[in-house]
């Protein structure tokens, strides 16, 4: 069984993601959506608030699993028997810092390969931090997020 992790910190999660989300579940066995605390960042939501959020929008998805954690990726990635890593990337920077992080991780453990997955050229200049901005100025973020997400940023902006 091929199983593969796609790690991020998913806050908020965007239509970005879940496009990397459904084409990543259907070239493996098992998807294990991995969100972590990301120690650069100051999350908008709880690590709890996100795989409530992922679980919702992937509830149909009989081969994808939402699970949090923290450590290394890699770690994480044994623990839950993936043998591969999925890394969504939206443009050339993106491929430049993931390149690097692939090759550290394949130093760390040999056993897990990392496969990228361009963005859909529709969410290719898509990222969370510019979501939450644009809500943070009580922007239109519709086209960035599914509805359940844009109602808890809404309540989250207005507190």
Same mark, same amino acid.
């Given at each position: ?13 965007? &239509?970005?993601?879940?496009? /990397? ?47 949090? &954690? ?7 990635? *044994? *623990? ?6 999925? *890394? ?19 130093? /760390? ?24 901005? /644009? ?8 086209? &960035? ?13 207005? *507190?």
């Amino acid at each position: 069984m091929k199983i593969a992790l796609y790690p991020g910190s998913f806050d908020p999660v965007t &239509f970005g993601h879940l496009d /990397i989300i459904v084409r990543g579940s259907k070239i493996v066995d098992k998807l294990v959506v991995g969100v972590l605390t990301n120690s650069a960042k100051s999350p908008l939501f709880s690590m709890e608030e996100r795989v409530r959020m992922i679980k919702d929008l992937t509830k149909d998805m009989e081969n994808v699993e939402v699970a949090a &954690f923290d450590g290394l990726t890699v770690d994480y990635a *044994r *623990r839950c028997g993936a043998t591969i890593i999925l *890394r969504g990337l939206r443009a050339v920077t993106d491929f430049e810092y993931e390149l690097q992080l692939a090759q550290t991780n394949k130093v /760390i453990a040999a056993d897990i390969d990392t496969i990228f997955l361009t963005t859909n050229l529709k969410y290719s200049y898509l990222s969370s931090s510019t979501v939450k901005e /644009i809500a943070s100025f009580g922007g239109d973020i519709h086209a &960035f997020v599914p509805e359940n997400v844009m109602e808890k940023m809404k309540d989250r902006w207005n *507190r």
